[in-house]
């Protein structure tokens, strides 16, 4: 059994999508937005996150995964479940668990923004910004996080630990 610790309990995490869906309503008031949420690790976060948004929302859902070797730093990411619909002339945001090195999210946000959107941009739950090595901007963030192994709330150790109410680290 892996031992866990609580990084943000349940309640912290329930407030602060809250305030993220106040922001967001208030940001892209008289707009329609478009999330595409990442999977699957986005996927927790993107359904608290669409129901505390007061504009009209579509969704829509990819899958995307790093080309072979892990170290490796080509940027260079696999889509598994490309979108449904077309992005063009969209307001579009992605939703993420969380923006690691930011190689993953440098390449999808490039390549989404290939597709015409009106505008995009990027949510994301958690960031871990002392492991960065691919520039990202990051719109919104929920929480900032230290370089710990995290889980829950969408984020998996070896698939385990996404239905985690709450943010844990591995001790
Ligand atoms: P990147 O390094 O920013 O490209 O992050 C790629 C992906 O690695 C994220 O979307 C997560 O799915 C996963 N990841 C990064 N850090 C953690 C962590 O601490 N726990 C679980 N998954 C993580
Ligand atoms: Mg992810």
């Given at each position: 059994m892996d031992k866990l610790g609580v990084l943000i309990p349940e309640e912290k995490l329930d407030a602060r999508i809250r305030e993220l869906g106040a922001e967001i309503s208030k940001a892209y008031e008289g707009r329609e937005l478009h999330l595409v949420s990442v999977l699957k690790g986005g996927v927790f976060f993107t359904c608290e996150l669409a129901k505390r948004i007061t504009v009209p929302v579509?969704?829509?859902?990819?899958?995307?995964?790093?080309?072979?070797?892990?170290?490796?730093?080509?940027?260079?990411?696999?889509?598994?479940?490309?979108l449904d619909e077309s992005l063009e002339g969209k307001h579009v945001m992605v939703i993420e668990d969380i923006v690691d090195s930011g190689r993953t999210l440098s390449y999808l946000l490039s390549m989404l923004s290939d597709r015409q959107p009106a505008s995009l941009s990027l949510c994301t739950l958690l960031?871990?910004?002392?492991?960065?090595?691919?520039?990202?901007?990051?719109?919104?963030?929920?929480?900032?996080?230290?370089?710990?192994?995290?889980?829950?709330?969408?984020?998996?150790?070896a698939q385990k630990y996404r239905n985690l109410p709450y943010i844990g680290v591995i001790e």
């Open positions: 579509t969704l829509d859902f990819m899958s995307v995964s790093s080309y072979g070797n892990e170290k490796s730093s080509s940027g260079v990411v696999r889509i598994v479940k490309d960031d871990k910004p002392s492991r960065r090595t691919h520039e990202v901007k990051v719109d919104y963030c929920g929480f900032e996080v230290p370089d710990k192994f995290i889980v829950g709330y969408g984020l998996d150790y």
